[in-house]
Structures are given as structure tokens and as C-alpha cells.
């Protein structure tokens, strides 16, 4: 594991079983396929995809929240380090205090009956980092005050917020156990566009101020823009492409990655529209199409496409791509106006 690498996984797929078929063989959903890829310390990489393609259930395996089918996860911040196949117990409940989750739904994610400070010291009394009542305070404030919380609101719940204040009362509970790695799954989603680049903001001070690593999980490829350094994209569980951030928006080496950023609306109303249409849904994991599973839906698929899988290889120096011709043909047209 490099030195500067904070998490990576090596070939990791999450399965869930199915029952049997109806000619008795057991049937798999592979919510995760086969995904390698190492996120940096105090790097935001950022994971795109449509929904159901697994970018939730990738990030809950690299917490050890959801399971590890086959295999590797490996951590390490400089001072401790894990490896998540078999990690239970106290290694477990230790992992759990450097790498946390934030919510995407700030409205759910809070419990209505407890106050903002409860909220905010439960992970240090569960976790047992505090060990009296006036420590849990004084690491609460000072949590709360680096989220930009107003410390006389620690004594309120949450329905007293606005749902950009509650996300930043879910930022501080993820922030309170000192972790180094943080998931953030979709946490911007749910909230109106001024409040999304208030808190977004945010998470790139904490980025820079306290040197965590994010998972940044979107669907929208406009924000991953605005704070990521590198990308992936994942479709039905597999990563088909991934670069740092500004040369996949400026040249996209596979024709998903084109479609999903020529979907990003231009900022100009008179620009032409170059909106690549998807057609079909996302087939389903538990029956996913043989060779690329993108062929479906491609409208530069091949018969090759039908029976061979492209691997993920390398295009240019730190960008790969899982396409027999990511090479060939040009994906940028479609792609530029919204870069
Ligand atoms: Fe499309 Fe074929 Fe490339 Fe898959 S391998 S993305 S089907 S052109």
C-alpha cells in the first residue's frame, strides 16, 4: 500500500444471496463487482453513477457496514491500520472511530427526541472516547463551532432547523470521534442549491482544516465538479471509468461517463442542446448483461460488446476506462458543452 494511499480496495465484491433459480443453482444480486481503487489521505474522490449502481453499497463495504464478498479492503492513516476482512470486536469498534458516514436525508438522519448536543456526544459515550460530562461538552462545542453551529442551539432538537443546519448537525456527529475517513453519501442531495454549495464549502474546510479523506457519493456530476480531486464512475456494481477530476470532465474516455455529463444543464439558455439521451433502464444486478454490461444501452456497441468485457485499463497517465474503444472513438462532443 502506498504511503499516501488512507483506503484502497483490491478486486472487492459485495453479494447478496438470492434464494435458488428455477433450475436450483443460487442466485446472486453482485451489488459490487470486482471494484479496485485507493482514495488518498485528506483527498475528496468522488463516486458517480444513476441509482442502483451500487455507489451506497460500496461505500457501506469500505466502512465494514456492509459485507465483504471477496476481496480486499485495507486502511491506513499513518498511525493505525486495519485490514476490514474478518476486522470485529474492539478492532472493529476502533475502525469505527476513524472512518464515519454522513447521510444523505438530514430530515431521517437525526433522532426528533434527543437535543442537538445529545445528538453530537452520542458517538463519544457509545464509543467510550470521553471519559466524563464535562470532556463530552467541551469536544461538542467545539465540534459544533467548527460547523459553523450556533452553540446556544446545542440545547434544541432538530426540528427547530432548516435542513441545511440539520446536515450540519449530522457533519459534527460524523466529525465528533476524530475520524480520517469519511463517506459522504449523497449529502447534498436532498437540499435546495444555496444551501447545497453552503455545506459543500464546508466539507472542503474540514477537508483542508483536519486533513480527512472523503468518499464523496453523487449523482450529480455538477458537484462532484465543484469538490473533487478524482472520480469514478460506476455502473451496474463495476467501475467503467476513473481519472482526476478535470481531465475525465475534459476528455471522457467512455461513452457512460459522455452521456451522464452531457446531462449536466448549461449555464447558458441559448447553448445548444447536446443532451445524449440514455435509452433503457439500468438492467438489473441479479441479471446483468453478458460482455460490457454498458452494451444495452450504447449506441457505439459493437458485436464484440455482446460477448467480450472490456477491462479496466489504462488510457492516459492516472485515467482508465473499461471500453474495447475508448481509444477510437471521440466521446468528448457530446460532452463539451457542460464541461
Ligand atoms: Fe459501448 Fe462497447 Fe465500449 Fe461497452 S465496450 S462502452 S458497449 S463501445
Redesign the pocket.
Given at each position: 500500500m502506498n504511503r499516501d494511499t488512507l483506503i484502497e480496495a483490491k478486486n472487492l465484491s459485495v453479494r447478496y444471496p438470492l434464494g435458488r433459480s428455477m433450475f436450483g443453482a443460487k442466485a446472486f444480486l453482485n451489488a459490487v463487482d470486482n471494484v479496485s481503487l485507493s482514495i488518498r489521505k485528506g483527498s475528496f474522490f468522488g463516486l458517480v453513477g444513476e441509482s442502483g449502481s451500487g455507489k451506497t453499497t460500496l461505500g457501506r463495504a469500505l466502512l465494514k457496514a456492509a459485507p465483504i464478498s471477496e476481496g480486499e479492503v485495507t486502511y491506513h492513516d499513518g498511525e493505525k491500520g486495519f485490514d476490514l476482512n474478518g476486522l470485529k470486536g474492539a478492532a472493529l469498534k476502533d475502525y469505527r472511530k476513524r472512518a464515519q458516514l454522513i447521510f444523505q436525508d438530514p430530515y431521517a438522519a437525526l433522532s426528533p427526541r434527543m437535543t442537538v448536543r445529545d445528538i453530537i456526544a452520542e458517538p463519544l459515550e457509545v464509543m467510550g472516547i470521553t471519559r466524563n460530562r464535562a470532556e463530552t461538552d467541551a469536544r461538542v462545542r467545539e465540534i459544533a463551532a467548527k460547523c459553523r453551529l450556533n452553540l446556544e442551539h446545542l440545547r434544541r432538537f432538530p426540528h427547530a432547523f432548516s435542513g441545511g443546519q440539520r446536515q450540519r448537525i449530522s457533519i459534527a456527529r460524523a466529525l465528533v470521534s476524530g475520524p480520517r475517513f469519511i463517506v459522504a453519501d449523497e449529502s447534498v442531495a436532498a437540499l435546495d442549491v444555496s444551501i447545497q454549495a453552503d455545506v459543500l464549502n464546508l466539507l472542503k474546510q474540514i477537508q483542508k482544516d483536519m486533513g480527512i479523506g472523503f468518499l464523496f457519493i453523487s449523482h450529480d456530476l455538477s458537484v462532484v465538479a465543484h469538490v473533487c480531486d478524482e472520480v469514478a464512475v460506476l455502473y451496474l456494481g463495476q467501475i467503467?471509468e476513473t481519472a482526476p477530476t478535470r481531465q475525465l470532465f475534459a476528455r471522457p474516455r467512455?461513452?457512460?461517463t459522455s452521456a451522464l455529463l452531457s446531462a449536466i444543464p448549461a449555464l447558458d439558455p441559448d447553448a445548444p442542446k447536446t443532451a445524449e439521451k440514455l435509452e433503457g433502464e439500468i438492467p438489473s444486478p441479479a441479471n446483468p448483461p453478458p460482455?460490457?454490461k454498458?452494451?444495452t444501452r450504447?449506441r457505439?456497441?459493437?458485436a464484440e460488446?455482446k460477448t467480450t468485457v472490456?477491462a479496466l485499463r489504462e488510457i492516459a497517465p492516472g485515467h482508465r476506462a473499461?471500453?474495447?474503444?475508448?481509444e477510437e472513438?471521440d466521446f468528448t462532443r457530446s460532452a463539451a458543452a457542460s464541461a
Open positions: 467503467v467512455h461513452p457512460y460482455g460490457c454498458f452494451h450504447c457505439f456497441a459493437r460488446c472490456p473499461a471500453c474495447h474503444f475508448a472513438f
